[in-house]
């Protein structure tokens, strides 16, 4: 007689059963793990480096390098007059995921403000899905609070983006941060309708001019400086400066440019490796100009916005 035994039918059915069981909870713990761990692809990006020289990554190609040289040189200049901020400039493609989680972690790497002060400013643009972020550290929301943030924000970057105008609000956003960080609200006047497109306009003009003039000072500066440490090289050739000496010279002739200054990278030298933060530029603050210096305190301050 054929066939299989009804006992065994019964078994073999059960056992079935359990197999299917068995891999429909492997696949939900599976998936539960996917979700836990996030290897779903719900990560933000990685962290890219800082950038090599200056405060500025334009990582997503906005600005021209002009337009960049420009940005870098006010911020150098801001750091090297006040220490009650630090701010860094960031433009990403594609941040993926929450652009203010990876805006905290960007400026927590990259040590943005100075170490134990907690006075770093991290300003992320993710072009890609047309968001802001102003990351701000515990310290410097004493005097640029969260609603100091919002405002730059919603008044400067997302409308000069909205307008493809990345130089201007990035400019104007770093001019307002230091100027809150420091104290200074900016000054609310009486809107006039009539006088809008003249004002306007003037204001382009004054920014304009004045970036271009801030520019046009530090390349003379720049030339000034190179010259002074090309005769000294010449007038002894063991004299080698690093890479590093030889901006921290440029640095120290931009902000010293009277009769007692050092104008003799010689003469310079032995001084600067005795007092670095006094022979290398500034007058208080971060001599070297630079935002990244151990700086931390990044527990999710700030303003976030879209355009």
Do not use: H
Not at 6 to 29: C, I, N, W, Y
Not at 123 to 128: H, K, L, M
Not at 211 to 231: F, M, T, Y
């Amino acid at each position: 007689m054929s066939g299989t035994p009804p006992g065994f039918r019964m078994v073999e059915g059960s056992t079935m059963k359990l197999v299917r069981s068995a891999g429909r909870t492997a696949g939900a713990t599976a998936l539960l793990l996917l979700v836990i761990t996030g290897c779903g692809g719900g990560g933000t990006a990685p962290v890219p480096e800082p950038p090599a020289q200056g405060n500025v990554l334009d990582a997503a190609d906005v600005l021209t390098a002009a337009q960049e040289q420009e940005l870098n040189v006010l911020l150098d200049q801001q750091n090297a007059r006040t220490d009650a901020a630090r701010v860094a400039v960031l433009t990403v493609e594609d941040a993926r995921g929450s652009i203010e989680d990876f805006a905290r972690s960007v400026a927590t790497d990259w040590g943005v403000g100075d170490d134990g002060a907690e006075n770093g400013v991290l300003v992320v643009a993710d072009t890609a899905e047309r968001e802001l972020r102003i990351e701000a550290a515990d310290g410097v929301r004493e005097t640029f609070s969260d609603d100091d943030a919002e405002e730059v924000i919603e008044d400067v970057l997302e409308p000069a983006f909205a307008d493809e105008e990345y130089a201007r609000g990035l400019t104007e956003a770093v001019g307002q941060i230091y100027g809150y960080a420091q104290g200074q609200d900016p000054v609310e006047e009486p809107f006039d309708w009539v006088l809008f497109g003249w004002v306007a306009g003037g204001i382009a003009v004054l920014l304009g001019g004045i970036v271009w003039l801030l520019a046009a000072d530090s390349r003379r500066r720049r030339i000034i400086a190179d010259e002074e440490l090309r005769a000294a090289e010449q007038a002894d050739p063991d004299l080698r400066l690093t890479d590093e000496q030889r901006d921290a010279y440029r640095k120290y002739r931009y902000s010293k440019r009277g009769d007692d200054a050092v104008s003799n990278p010689a003469v310079w030298l032995p001084l600067y490796a005795a007092n670095p933060g006094l022979y290398s530029g500034g007058t208080g603050g971060n001599a070297s100009g630079s935002s990244f210096n151990g700086g931390g305190g990044f527990s999710g301050g700030g303003a976030s916005g879209s355009y």
